[in-house]
């Protein structure tokens, strides 16, 4: 039995209450609604859009999952243009001229997993690293340096960068910035109040790709390989009340578009139960690595462009956040449609920006190589303001 949520034909069971109906409990978690869904409805959904879906979803100031999946198809491509204007306008309008930067800092590439598209994955004859303190304090006053003040955190996965290391490391890093976002392995809600209650601001958790089979096919090994546990960490991350949670997609594992939708469903989910909290999405498509894979969805450049603009329509509020693995020109371009935030001189290998250690530790290959000063210099030659925090704990009484 099928039937349309949000424009959108979802398998139900009708001797349940939908998830999305319910109050946020185990019991609501988004991994419900994803088993209900079926992957093939939702790939039709957007092959059979129309124009008419598309100009109808165009001319609406709040728009549905179905709307947002007018504006994915590729009915929508003769509209780009009028989509990139509106998702400019809309972000102005919201966000003002500016953009906000940031840095991450990776701690350890120790990983536990085996992900097919990363090259950090546990086969990998890579050397390893784990900062400890001294190593980080120097990390720390390398990126300050810089004039960074909202810092990511990313590490592998494994038992050895979990909850003790975090919390012996996370009073070491927050007095030196404002912002504190972290993408680690997905932990329990009792332990993202922990890290919450000693400066974390904000936890990234990409589910890489929402359709179960494809994701057991690219997480061969270890903790990752729980479809279902990664699942619901946004849900975990609510309930623990951090201010910020980004969710994204690996662009390219599996039909884009249908992923995308995926998500824009997450979303909505989330902001439903989790509404204190602020959302943010990236874009990342697969770039790159030893061991690498080919892409089975390509996403051109055009098609991303088409993806953004049709976010920014979709939530007025959303932060977007662009990263260094796009190129430079594309950089350049792509600024000032709907991304509110942007990392720049990004080293992806732990020890990277004291020590600028070897490019065999990194996680995949940054396109975008360009120093912070020449990345500030080319968002004010379009016109934008560089900001290096957004918020500040102390501004919501936290
Ligand atoms: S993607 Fe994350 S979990 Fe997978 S191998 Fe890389 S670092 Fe480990």
């Not at 609510?238 to 910020?244: E, M, R, T, V």
């Not at 909290?277 to 996403?299: D, H, N």
């Not at 290959?365 to 925090?389: F, L």
């Amino acid at each position: 039995m099928s039937q349309k949520i949000d424009g959108q034909l979802i398998k139900t069971d009708r001797t349940k209450n939908h998830p999305l109906e319910q109050s946020p409990s185990v019991e609501s978690q988004f991994s419900r609604v994803v088993e209900h869904s079926d992957w093939h409805e939702v790939t039709r959904s957007h092959q059979e859009k129309t124009q008419q879906d598309v100009l109808k979803a165009l001319a609406k100031d709040k728009l549905t999952v179905d709307d947002f999946t007018a504006l994915i198809s590729p009915a929508a491509e003769p509209y780009l243009l009028d989509m990139v204007a509106k998702s400019e306008a809309l972000t102005k309008q919201r966000f003002g001229n500016t953009l906000s930067l940031f840095a991450p800092l990776y701690l350890s590439n120790t990983c536990a997993n085996e992900c097919t598209y990363c090259g950090f994955s546990m086969s990998n004859a890579i050397k390893r690293l784990t900062l400890d303190e001294a190593q980080i304090k120097k990390e720390v006053a390398a990126i300050k340096g810089k004039g960074f003040d909202h810092i990511l955190l990313v590490t592998g996965e494994t038992k050895r960068v979990s909850m003790p290391y975090f919390e012996r490391m996370l009073p070491l890093i927050k007095p030196s910035f404002s912002q504190l976002s972290m993408e680690v392995q997905p932990l329990e809600a009792d332990e993202y109040q922990r890290l919450k209650n000693i400066g974390l601001d904000a936890v990234l958790v990409y589910q890489e790709t929402y359709r179960r089979q494809t994701y057991l096919e690219h997480h061969l090994r270890g903790n990752k390989s729980n479809f279902n546990h990664r699942l619901d960490a946004p849900d975990r991350i609510g309930q623990a009340g951090l201010h910020k949670i980004g969710l994204g997609v690996l662009l390219g594992l599996e039909d884009w578009r249908t992923d995308s939708i995926m998500m824009a469903h997450h979303l909505r989910h989330l902001q439903k139960h989790y509404w204190r909290s602020r959302f943010s999405v990236a874009f990342p498509r697969i770039r790159p690595c030893e061991g690498g894979i080919q892409p089975k969805s390509v996403i051109s450049d055009r098609q991303l462009i088409q993806l953004i603009a049709a976010w920014r329509l979709f939530d007025r509020d959303l932060e977007m956040s662009l990263s260094t693995r796009e190129s430079a020109e594309f950089r350049h371009h792509a600024i000032r449609m709907g991304f509110t935030t942007m990392s720049a001189e990004s080293k992806t290998q732990p020890g990277g920006y004291a020590d600028d250690a070897e490019v065999a530790l990194e996680q995949f290959e940054i396109s975008d190589e360009r120093s912070v000063q020449e990345i500030a210099e080319m968002i004010r030659s379009q016109g934008k303001e560089v900001v290096w925090k957004d918020w500040d704990p102390s501004l919501s009484g936290l």
